[in-house]
């Protein structure tokens, strides 16, 4: 069964996520997207990983900023998973491709691989994703393009999953419940 989180920055949504995948299971991995560039991004992960380490032996983490469908192929049947976050995925793997040209086809060939890992996922899969489109118009045609792919990745992964929240100050609100699927 696969979950999403979705929120703006700040909105609370991992502390959420990770309550939510420590009640479906007492054990899970702990998949990082994120990379500590400087010394806010590195402060953030250490607080991060402070708060994990308060729940004890419940977390192990891997850290994967661009194979993240992969990871999953390879989880699955064995771990609960919980990936955080699949915005800041995205973006590593838009900021991947050097040959302007060749992105918008390759990062779109990556959102379907990610689509067929989460589709095939066997056991628990919790994921977190961030409300990119809701802000202003980005002025650089870059920034455009992210723009775009998150918010069709986030339909696209909605569509499959089970269960999805919205996190808005602080506060979870279930946009698709299980029982939508019966
Ligand atoms: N590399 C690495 N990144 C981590 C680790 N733990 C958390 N992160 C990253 O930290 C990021 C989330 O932190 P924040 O930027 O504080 O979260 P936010 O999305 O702004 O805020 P909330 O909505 O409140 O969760 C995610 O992208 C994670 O990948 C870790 O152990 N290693």
């Excluded at 949504?13 to 990379?35: H, I, M, N």
């Excluded at 989880?75 to 955080?84: A, C, F, I, P, Q």
């Excluded at 992105?103 to 409300?131: A, D, K, Y």
């Excluded at 118009?137 to 069709?152: F, I, N, S, T």
Aim: hydrophobic share 45%.
């Amino acid at each position: 069964m696969s979950i999403l989180v979705t929120g703006g920055a700040r909105s609370g949504k991992s502390r959420f996520a990770e309550r939510l995948t420590l009640s479906l299971a007492g054990r899970a991995l702990y998949v990082a997207t994120g990379q500590a560039f400087d010394e806010e991004m590195k402060e953030r992960i250490a607080l991060h990983q402070r708060q994990r380490a308060m729940g004890g032996e419940a977390w192990t983490t891997v850290e994967e900023p661009l194979d993240v469908p992969g990871l999953l192929e390879r989880y699955s049947g064995k771990e609960t998973v919980l990936v955080d976050c699949l915005t800041l995925w995205l973006s590593n793997v838009l900021l991947s491709v050097e040959d302007a040209k060749d992105r918008q086809v390759l990062v779109e060939h990556e959102i379907t691989r990610l689509e067929h890992s989460v589709r095939s996922f066997q056991g628990i899969l919790v994921m977190v994703t961030n409300e990119v489109g809701d802000g202003i118009v980005p002025e650089y045609a870059l920034g455009r393009l992210y723009r775009d792919l998150a918010g069709r990745m986030n339909a696209l992964l909605a569509r499959h999953c089970a269960q999805v929240f919205l996190v808005t100050a602080g506060i979870p609100i279930e946009l698709k419940s299980r029982e939508y699927l019966l």
